[in-house]
T-cell receptor, first 115, second 107 residues
Framework: ETGVTQSPTHLIKTRGQQVTLRCSSQSGHNTVSWYQQALGQGPQFIFQYYREEENGRGNFPPRFSGLQFPNYSSELNVNALELDDSALYLC??????????????FGSGTRLTVV | GEDVEQSLFLSVREGDSSVINCTYTDSSSTYLYWYKQEPGAGLQLLTYIFSNMDMKQDQRLTVLLNKKDKHLSLRIADTQTGDSAIYFCASFNKFYFGSGTKLNVKP
């Protein structure tokens, strides 16, 4: 059983650019959520996708958008990057049908630096 | 809004017990979780507790839940240097994490 994999592991972008981060869910998981973790902070919920539809969103502007594909992998897109977008971006997958007691399985994250 | 709050730092000696505390405001939380994050890594699920339980023990880990006070704690028995990490409590009813408690274990 593979876990959650994210790519790339590190990324440097210039302010104003656009970025796409990718996530492959754990096998059997149909729900994926994305988090932003700034240095020294806890993860902040960006949004969640369930069966290719967004079904929850945190307090992030529309320039943060996402997609989930039929194989349940996912992308996070951020437009018009700002310096404050520099953070570790974490993807987590789960299958609510198996019960929420198992929580979410997290990937190792993508470290985004905006300069 | 909903909050999950934790103390920021805890320092213990190897072999002692560690107790990490968390308070939350969302009374509808069905499950509450503890995650561990080592430097440069993602979050590792340690344990969870269902909201109708008071206590759960899992090897060296004991989770206590006081629903009346909305207080959750994680006790690590016989703390080892490998337990040094940041520990997050989380409620997934509304996707909230605490700010994390950095546990430092001194040899």
């Amino acid at each position: 059983e593979t876990g959650v994999t994210q790519s790339p592991t590190h990324l440097i972008k210039t302010r104003g650019q656009q970025v796409t981060l990718r996530c492959s869910s754990q096998s059997g998981h149909n729900t994926v959520s994305w988090y932003q973790q700034a240095l020294g902070q806890g993860p902040q919920f960006i949004f969640q996708y369930y069966r290719e539809e967004e079904n929850g969103r945190g307090n992030f502007p529309p320039r943060f958008s996402g997609l989930q594909f039929p194989n349940y992998s996912s992308e996070l897109n951020v437009n018009a990057l700002e310096l404050d977008d520099s953070a570790l971006y974490l993807c987590a997958s789960s299958n609510p049908g198996t019960g929420s007691s198992y929580g979410y399985t997290f990937g190792s994250g993508t470290r985004l630096t905006v300069v | 809004g909903e909050d999950v709050e934790q103390s920021l730092f805890l320092s213990v000696r190897e072999g002692d017990s560690s107790v990490i505390n968390c308070t939350y405001t969302d009374s509808s939380s069905t499950y509450l979780y503890w995650y561990k994050q080592e430097p440069g890594a993602g979050l590792q699920l340690l344990t969870y507790i269902f909201s109708n339980m008071d206590m759960k023990q899992d090897q060296r880990l004991t989770v206590l839940l006081n629903k009346k006070d909305k207080h959750l704690s994680l006790r690590i028995a016989d703390t080892q240097t490998g337990d040094s990490a940041i520990y997050f409590c989380a409620s997934f009813n509304k996707f909230y994490f605490g700010s994390g408690t950095k546990l430092n274990v001194k040899p």
